[in-house]
Every structure is written in structure tokens, then in C-alpha cells.
């Protein structure tokens, strides 16, 4: 009986009423259970257990949630994580989107004037990431970490014994060297 109690709470946290709707919370495997129907607010955090993004149900779970609170997707193997064009996001909302190999769209992003939000999108190298850099600037939003488009970065120099080599986020030094 104690077990039965100790579950239900602990399956109560996971989902949350408040005044946006039902808040949903995914940070291991055991969560991908609940019913996304019900979720309108999603709370992602791939990073606590990296095991999520592998899951059959994992992109059936979050593609249609309309609301961030936090998503945090690392490493997976999605072209994309929503089938919504709008993602709405809330004051404090923190979207962390990082190596996903094969990651191409992203939704746009709404959220609130005078809003917090952060930002740190990286290594994800197949990703057009051209209209969050626009929306990011124009409204200013600080410490936003985003990548150019594509993994696009500033090309850096380095020597390899007596050779210029080009190196790049989509090249490995081995690519250069004369063999």
C-alpha cells in the first residue's frame, strides 16, 4: 500500500497543473509513459538521461506540446522535433539544442516582451539555424549561444608540422594532410 501512495505521488509530480495547462515532465525513459495528449506544457531534459532520444515513442511524445518550459534535447537522431511551426515559450524557459547530427528545422520561437529566455544551440551540423540568429538579435536577447547556419563557424588556422591545414566544425584535420 505505502508503495502504491509513494507511486501515485510521485507520478502526480510528473505532470503538473497550472494556469498554462498541464505540464509535463521528461527527464528518464519511465516518463515517455505518461499521455502527451494531455501535456501542453513540456518540460525536456535529455541530458539527465541520454537514453530518452533512443526510445520508439520519444519524437511521437513531444511533436505536437506547443509549450517549452525547458527542452533540452542532446544527441539525437531527428530531422526535426516538432510537426508545429510555433513553439511558445515562458518567462525563465531555457532551450538547450545540442549535437543532433541530423537536426534540420527548427520551429520558430514566441515568447513574451520583457521575458527571460536562453539559448544555447551548438554542433548540430546539418541545422538552419538562420531565423533564431535574426529573432535572437532583434530582440536582443542576452547570452544566447546559437550556431551559424549549418555548423558554419569561423574558420581557424592551424599548423601540422610545416603544413597550413583548414579546419572547421565540418572537417577533421586527417582531411587535409597529404598522405
Not at 1 to 9: A, I, N, Q, W
Request: hydrophobic share 40%; glycine share 6%.
Amino acid at each position: 500500500m505505502t508503495l502504491l501512495v509513494t507511486g501515485l505521488l510521485y507520478s502526480a509530480a510528473l505532470i503538473i497543473e497550472n494556469c498554462a495547462g498541464t505540464t509535463c515532465t521528461v527527464t528518464n525513459i519511465s516518463h515517455l509513459e505518461q499521455d502527451p495528449t494531455k501535456c501542453s506544457v513540456l518540460h525536456l531534459n535529455t541530458y539527465l538521461d541520454q537514453r530518452i532520444v533512443g526510445e520508439d515513442n520519444f519524437y511521437d511524445f513531444i511533436k505536437n506540446i506547443g509549450e517549452y518550459e525547458t527542452f533540452m534535447l542532446r544527441g539525437s537522431y531527428l530531422r526535426n522535433f516538432t510537426v508545429l511551426d510555433t513553439i511558445k515559450l515562458h518567462n525563465g524557459a531555457q532551450v538547450s539544442i545540442t549535437e543532433n547530427g541530423l537536426l534540420e528545422k527548427l520551429p520558430k520561437f514566441e515568447w513574451n516582451s520583457g521575458d527571460t529566455v536562453r539559448f544555447t544551440v551548438a554542433e548540430n551540423h546539418n541545422l538552419d539555424t538562420t531565423e533564431l540568429l535574426k529573432q535572437v538579435k532583434a530582440r536582443k536577447v542576452k547570452g544566447a549561444r546559437v550556431q551559424r547556419p549549418f555548423g558554419l563557424f569561423k574558420t581557424m588556422l592551424q599548423i601540422i608540422p610545416e603544413f597550413w591545414v583548414k579546419v572547421s566544425s565540418k572537417f577533421f584535420v586527417d582531411d587535409f594532410l597529404p598522405y
